[in-house]
């Protein structure tokens, strides 16, 4: 029970390790990776805090070195997803009563764990699976999730103490419940972060969760549900559970206890969700949450006032960190034919000096794509590109999958702003440049917001604060993050909360106060200290001869003893 009104510590962004040469981190960070590249692991999938392994496993392949083997997971039939929904509502009884400085203490708990004795293990399983390198593995799966997780509390009191005002004889409160039901989650294999925020979030403000990770991702998402486990997360809470997508999204939508869809992934099968929902709406206690960030198709747009090197360095790490497998990555850019030679010569110049290799050495900055499904995808949008006579390949272009799912970092140049790879999300290490004239710049403001179905990031370059103005308005439905002068990758918790809309989500803005608002349900409570006795209100009241007489009178006496009153003050 609640003895006071607490003050959480506060949220402050978790500090990045280098994993420079010859820092502490570093060894410790590839002693980690060493130990658990050699090591198999046999991952059973949760379910009220019990353990389950059914025989039916999937192999789990490192991206870059896809014949080695780290281990495998467990996959659900139909009767253990519904033995999830059983195990979430029992959970919930309990969970949803507790008080929130217990909730939080367990997520802030988490934050301290994973900034301690799990930051080398979940950046290293991260690396392994995901072939994210160092750098990528800890500002994602390290200081990001940390973020969200302490973040998330800060942002939760602030919902609590937002209260309705009180007339006199009145208390009026607001109740922030959680969820009648439970919440599924379903996360990506890009993001470590993203994986741990969509089941911790709903669960922070009292909710159950049934989480199902990506297939991809599974290896990371054991170390989740350890962390969790370890900060002292009660069993039932989270359920994650692994298997076929269709099967364990069938039984959870058709439940009458689905009470919303905390979802990360493709616009398609977000889409399919919400078809699904609402023919399904019948079925269900109240109507579901739905919110989720799904596609986009990001873009650099640079006016003839940019510096060129600015808008280069924007290219060269907006478009190929993490071999753009990001939801924010540039994969399109329209730049002025003034700055082109400039900016040319200097991403080509930083492609040619990338490394490419496994996240083991330090020294690459590129990595493998997630599996042989993006590999076979990407590569036959290279090859199209080399065929189609209005593209042009200038960089890369080259992809090999005999050791690892290795793509080069591509650049495309069109003379057709609406070429396919303009406008289709493609999830890789490939950017499309079109080419204007300089005098055309505001023209092609609008070509940028009309392009596609997605509206997710985008970065405008400009030295001039009126035409920043003008791009800026122009855009303002084009991207949920907008970035001026800067590449449209890179969000921080607390500083830039993410999300996008039209086909790129419901804009919810994960890691910040909004998104924590869709997991609660609010309850006004009205108290009145003194209840009347009677029905009768004043305008009822009548007016009659006698009423009059007697207000007449009373009033004749009121004024005789105002005068006695006064005679008295000028007699003394």
Known sequence: MATGFYNVPKAINEPINSYAPGTPERKALLDTYKKMFNEKVDIPFYIG?????TGNTVEINPPHDHKHSVGQYHTAEKEHIELAVEAAAEARVKWAATSWEHRAAIFLKAADLLAGPFRYKMNAATMIAQSKNAFQAEIDSACELIDFLRFNVQFMTEIYTNQPISS???????????????????????????????PAAPALMGNVVIWKPARSQVYSAQVIMELFKEAGLPDGVINMVTGNSATITDVLLNSVDFAGVHFTGSTPVFNSFWETIGKNVGKYKSYPRIVGETGGKDFIWAHPSAKAQEVATGISRGAFEYQGQKCSAASRAYLPASLWPAIKESVLKDIASFKMGTPEDTTNFINSVIDDRAFKKLSSYIDQAKAD?????????????SVGYFIEPTIIVTTNPQYKTMSTELFGPIITIYIYEDDQWEEILDVVDKTGEFALTGAIFSGDRYVIDIATNKLENAAGNFYINDKPT?????????????????????????????????RTIKETFVPPTDYRYPFLGET???TVEKEVEVAIDKIKEFGKDLSDKFKK
């Open 168 to 198: 006199p004889g009145i208390w009026n409160r607001m109740e922030y419940r959680p969820l009648e039901g439970f919440v599924y989650a379903i996360t990506p294999f890009n993001f470590t972060a993203i994986a741990g925020n969509l």
């Open 544 to 546: 009659t001869l006698e």
């Open 49 to 53: 805090g019990k353990e389950y392994r």
């Open 389 to 401: 006579s209005d593209a042009e390949i200038i960089a890369g272009g080259g992809y090999d999958d």
């Open 490 to 522: 890179g969000a921080v918790v607390g500083q830039q909360p993410f999300g996008g809309a039209r086909g790129s989500g419901t804009n919810d803005k994960a890691g910040s106060v909004w998104n924590l608002l869709r997991w609660v349900n609010a």
